[in-house]
């Protein structure tokens, strides 16, 4: 598909995206860097950052790649302060990283309901405390007069209710909080936007492949509202944000999905999940997802 952007749309900005060596983040990586920013990307995979990133330069897009953990406070500054060091500036952070599995209510440990918010809320968080100095008007490396953006990457899990993901449900529904009050006050004190995208079921994303096997897509593909949408077209809300079209666009959550969230009807069984949740894990752990080819 062709982008509706110009290719310098955002030229000269810096963007870092965690999450950026797969799926929904590599997506708006690339879209970011054909449209002239330069890219850093931070994962947990080191083998599918270097991935990510020689795809990256394969269209000329400057990028750099850190291996690196949301999770963990010296990882989160440390890319920080890496991306500064390389481009001189940060412009652009986007949180894409992200955690979830599907299991009932009844079997989630309170290990793992906090594993997935310290990857989803409190990771958010602390890369958006770790950029602050840099984004902010008059940060090293900016503009005196004009802060940065800031988008968080969240879900429609919390848009009423959502079977066998009350970790991430809950995890997201904070993102939007700490979306709304930064923007706030950030927005306020420092000039900094700070926006959210709520994807719908995006097409050949981890999202899709763990958390909707194919014994349901088939189910879901057959709903009229319930049709897959592309990484590309949250990479291009991301670009909208980014661009001078999005300037007064602050605080807000953009919901990209076909209008999905108007029903979410139980497709599978308590039983079937336990069943769908196990084998999707050991087939996670025994054939990593690498870097998805661009459909463009």
Sequence with gaps: ?????????????VALVTGGGSGIGYEISLQLGKHGASVAIMGRRKHVVDSAVAALHSYSIPAIG???DVRKEEDAARVVESTFKHFGKLDILVNAAAGNFLVPAEDLSPNGFRTVVDIDTIGTFRMCREALKYLKKGGPGRD???GGLIINITALLHYGATWYQIHASAAKAAVDSITRSLALEWGTDHDIRV???APGAIDDTAGVIKLAPEEILSQIKQKPLYKFGEKWDIAMAALYLASDAGKFVNGTIMVVDGGQWLSRPRYVSNDAVKQLSRREEIKSRVKPAGVPKSKL
């Design 144 to 146: 005196p007069s004009t």
């Design 66 to 68: 850190f291996d690196g």
């Design 1 to 13: 598909m062709e982008s509706p952007f110009k290719a310098d749309v955002v030229k000269g900005k």
């Design 195 to 197: 926006n959210g995208i």
